[in-house]
Nanobody
Framework: DVQLVESGGGSVQAGGPLSLSCAAS????????RMWFRRAPGKEDEEVAG????????RLGDSVKGRFTLSQDNDNNMVYLHMKNLKPEDTGLYICVAGNTVLGVGGCEYKYWGRGTQVTV
């Protein structure tokens, strides 16, 4: 099993930056992809960004391209979502996912989920 814990959420003014972290523990060899998706009331879940643990692929949703970036620290099983120029429509619960690589915006299987961290713009 894999446990994912997100942190770094909060309230930020429009135009500001914020970085989120996702820490993984447990059987970290059981996935090869990490992803963030967000959930907001009245909206469909949206895959925001995904990264392969081998570093070969990074994927960003169209709504965040040019504003969000991903990085990872495999030695410490961390993945980070760096956000800038935040907009009110970026508000939501940001949830970290780990799984195997699949086709899609984020490109990760929804095998393991965290509880999420709230971002309010």
């Amino acid at each position: 099993d894999v446990q994912l814990v997100e942190s770094g959420g909060g309230s930020v003014q429009a135009g500001g930056p914020l970085s989120l972290s996702c820490a993984a523990s447990g059987e970290t060899s059981d996935y090869n992809c990490r992803m963030w998706f967000r959930r907001a009331p009245g909206k469909e879940d949206e895959e925001v960004a995904g990264i392969d643990t081998n570093g070969r692929g990074t994927r960003l949703g169209d709504s965040v391209k040019g504003r969000f970036t991903l990085s990872q620290d495999n030695d410490n099983n961390m993945v980070y979502l760096h956000m800038k120029n935040l907009k009110p429509e970026d508000t939501g619960l940001y949830i970290c996912v780990a799984g195997n690589t699949v086709l899609g915006v984020g490109g990760c299987e929804y095998k393991y989920w965290g509880r999420g961290t709230q971002v309010t713009v």
